[in-house]
């Protein structure tokens, strides 16, 4: 069974622009949570979404945004980019109570 | 004061050791604990599920978890240098949703 992807891997941006990342979770998979992964602040929970449902979003600014489609699949999008964003962003998705990571989309915002 | 507080380490132990790694907590609402393993430029990787309080044992892993005192442990014995890494813990009011991570404990297993 294949695992979760994210694309891409690696995204460089610079101050002001925006940027959406996309996550495939595993097949049958319904939820698929979000994370941001830094060295200062660790993995902070982004938000979570089941059925193409936001039911859980944690504590980010509105520049902040996802959705999910018919198939799962997910979105995550940042507007108006700033330095403190560049982090790696992690995607997992589930069907019990495991949570089965990707391997993250590493964004730099120059 | 992090709601999950997890001491950074490094972590440094020569191959064969028994490593323990530890998590305090604050929020008496957790339920679920986890432990994930993160290697360089990879995703976490789910190693030990609790439900409430007790142990459980896979293979060179225990997890143990102490609600009373609110603290969690993850005990590896036999350590290998393949098990260097990040270990990460997580935990959860209620389960599939929003997880809680500590800071992670990098550790370096020297052969």
């Known amino acids: 069974k294949a695992g979760v992807t994210q694309t891409p891997r690696y995204l460089i941006k610079t101050r002001g622009q925006q940027v959406t990342l996309s996550c495939s979770p595993i097949s049958g998979h319904r939820s698929v949570s979000w994370y941001q992964q830094t060295p200062g602040q660790g993995l902070q929970f982004l938000f979570e979404?089941?059925?193409?449902?936001?039911?859980n979003k944690g504590n980010f600014p509105g520049r902040f945004s996802g959705r999910q489609f018919s198939n799962s699949r997910s979105e995550m999008n940042v507007s108006t980019l700033e330095l403190g964003d560049s982090a790696l962003y992690l995607c997992a998705s589930s069907y019990s109570y495991e949570q089965f990571f990707g391997p993250g989309t590493r964004l730099t915002v120059l | 004061q992090k709601e999950v507080e997890q001491d950074p380490g490094p972590l440094s132990v020569p191959e064969g050791a028994i490593v323990s790694l530890n998590c305090t907590y604050s929020n008496s609402a957790f339920q679920y604990f986890m432990w994930y393993r993160q290697y360089s430029r990879k995703g976490p990787e789910l190693l030990m599920y609790?439900?409430?309080?007790g142990n459980k044992e896979d293979g060179r892993f225990t997890a143990q978890v102490d609600k009373s005192s609110k603290y969690i442990s993850l005990f590896i014995r036999d350590s290998q240098p393949s098990d260097s890494a990040t270990y990460l813990c997580?935990?959860?009011?209620?389960?599939?949703?929003?997880?809680?991570f500590g800071s992670g404990t990098r550790l370096q297993v020297q052969p």
């Open positions: 609790t439900y409430s309080s």
């Open positions: 979404y089941f059925s193409e449902t936001q039911r």
């Open positions: 997580a935990m959860s009011a209620e389960v599939r949703r929003a997880l809680t």
